[in-house]
């Protein structure tokens, strides 16, 4: 079955620090792959997703992320937090089944910026 | 309309008391999925339609649940009789089409409180 695991349910970083949360899936074939980002009371909003064009993927906000398959692993990075980066991050993994598309969701990474 | 928009944004129920959670997906997005996600944890997969046909509803946790599209467009998620571990956030998304590679766009959910 297609899941997630992200490493570390809270992280915390100095401002200005490198951001580097962690998933690694689970597959028996190339998946697509996702990075969500959820600020409080809000929904979710896609920072970036892989769809086997590229292994390094550039999103949103300076995050990118890398897809590693030997490692089975897409881990988020940004160079340098921001204090508006504090926030609870989901890594995401979608398949098409017989029964249509389905998203399988991390249990999410919260980080947190110390200014 | 611009984004996924779901109503109402918070409601509190009694236990055992019927609630309906509404969702109104992007024009035109053929996939929609609802999701409930509990504090702390990350989206579990509810169910899924494609149009108006629901091709999914593997995650619903009990025959109290139910959902409908019947015009491929608004859909509704019906809880009967709520416990109160029903509780919970729940998140509408839709997407484009039902390709694994298509990123979900995500209202900002209804928070279900039952007391």
């Known amino acids: 079955a297609q899941s997630v695991t992200q490493l570390g349910s809270h992280v915390s970083v100095s401002e200005g620090a490198l951001v580097l949360l962690r998933c690694n899936y689970s597959?028996?074939?190339?998946?697509?792959l996702f990075w969500y980002v959820q600020y409080p009371n809000q929904g979710l909003q896609l920072l970036l997703k892989?769809?086997?064009?590229?292994?390094l993927v550039k999103g949103i906000n300076g995050f990118e992320a890398e897809f590693k398959k030997s490692e089975t692993s897409f881990h988020l990075t940004k160079p340098s937090a921001h204090m508006s980066d504090a926030a609870e991050y989901f890594c995401a993994v979608s398949r098409h089944q017989n029964t249509g598309n389905q998203f399988y969701f991390g249990t999410g990474t919260s980080l947190t910026v110390i200014p | 309309g611009a984004g996924v928009s779901q109503s109402p944004r918070y409601k509190v129920a009694k236990r055992g008391q019927d609630v309906a959670l509404r969702c109104d997906p992007i024009?035109?997005?053929?996939?929609l999925f609802w999701y409930q996600q509990a504090l702390g944890q990350g989206p579990e997969f509810l169910t899924y339609?494609?149009?108006?046909?629901?091709?999914?509803k593997s995650g619903l946790p009990s025959d109290r649940f139910f959902a409908e599209r019947p015009e491929g467009s608004v859909s509704t998620l019906k809880i009967q009789r709520t416990q109160q571990e029903d509780s919970a956030v729940y998140l509408c998304?839709?997407?484009?089409?039902?390709?694994?590679?298509?990123?979900?766009?995500f209202g900002q959910g209804t928070r279900l409180t039952v007391v």
């Open positions: 597959s028996s074939v190339p998946p697509y």
């Open positions: 339609f494609q149009n108006e046909a629901q091709l999914d």
């Open positions: 024009s035109g997005h053929v996939s």
């Open positions: 892989y769809t086997s064009a590229a292994t």
């Open positions: 998304a839709s997407s484009l089409d039902g390709s694994p590679n298509t990123e979900a766009f």
